[in-house]
């Protein structure tokens, strides 16, 4: 294991995020995880202890993002790293989709990735350094038409806002030792795949070479190396972490 870190964990209480923040407790980091329900933390992290702190907050907003990483600094006594999996889902295909349902896609898988980002940089820069990671998706590399649980336009197109932001703060953050990189699952067992349909989930199955869908953990695991010290030369990177899903 890399030095102990205080880290924050975004989404939390579910899927990828919950295993993220669980094994970096385990591991022995301090880690704020945080979600939109402090009910469903608790749920999540039954009998957490004084290494997984829970805070309930949505990351669209921006005072949420603000008072999330002061409630860290002020209990951990600094920032280390950002690790950032909460978003929404949407599966409504081009023709249903309106301007509503694309905003609020937007706000918060985009707008919210940037606030949070924003928020956890300062302290890190009065620190010296510091890591965030985002979270994209495979889905960039084909684009969605929704349906039968899958992503449609509005989730793909926010994924894929994500690379420009990970590289835009990369560069805009690297000369304060801040590295940004961005991970991009591949489809993963966790409550955002449940409505696939059995089609969705043997499809892909056939797309990944390695013949089955992502677990929570393996995604995590990704996001748990890139804020560690074996990747200080790390950054602006996309992490594909997918079982060699072949989009052709
Ligand atoms: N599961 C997949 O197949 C898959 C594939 C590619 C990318 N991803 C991405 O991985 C990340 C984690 O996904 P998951 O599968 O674990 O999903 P999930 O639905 O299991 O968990 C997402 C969590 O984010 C929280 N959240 C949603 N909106 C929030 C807000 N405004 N503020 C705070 N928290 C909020 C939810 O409450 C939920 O606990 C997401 O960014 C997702 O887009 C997932």
Not at 33 to 44: R, V
Not at 215 to 221: C, G, L, S, T, V
Not at 234 to 242: L, Y
Request: with cysteine; net charge negative.
């Amino acid at each position: 294991m890399s030095e102990a870190k205080n880290v924050i964990v975004t989404g939390a209480a579910s899927g990828i995020g919950q295993a993220c923040a669980r094994d970096l407790a385990d591991e022995g980091h301090l880690v704020l995880a945080l979600d939109l329900s402090a009910e469903a933390l608790d749920a999540a992290h039954p009998g957490a202890g004084n290494s997984l702190v829970p805070f309930a907050g949505d990351v669209s907003n921006p005072a949420d993002c603000e008072n999330a990483v002061a409630a860290a600094v002020d209990r951990f006594g600094g920032l280390d790293a950002m690790i950032h999996f909460a978003a929404i889902h949407s599966s409504v295909p081009w023709s249903e989709l309106g301007a509503d349902e694309f905003n609020r896609v937007l706000a918060v898988n985009v707008t919210g990735s940037f606030l949070m980002s924003q928020a956890a940089a300062r302290p890190m820069i009065a620190q010296g350094g510091g890591s965030i990671v985002l979270t994209a998706s495979g889905i960039v590399h084909i684009g969605g038409v929704g349906g039968a649980g899958r992503g449609g336009p509005a989730y793909a197109s926010s994924k894929a806002a994500i690379i420009a932001l990970t590289r835009s703060l990369a560069r805009s953050l690297g000369g304060d030792g801040i590295r940004v990189n961005a991970i991009a699952p591949g489809a993963t067992e966790t409550a955002m795949t449940a409505g696939y349909t059995e089609e969705a989930r043997a499809n892909v199955r056939n797309v990944a070479a390695l013949g089955r869908m992502g677990r929570a953990e393996e995604i995590a695991d990704a996001a748990r190396f890139l804020i560690s010290d074996p990747a200080s030369y790390i950054s602006g990177e996309i992490m594909n972490v997918n079982g060699a899903a072949s989009f052709a």
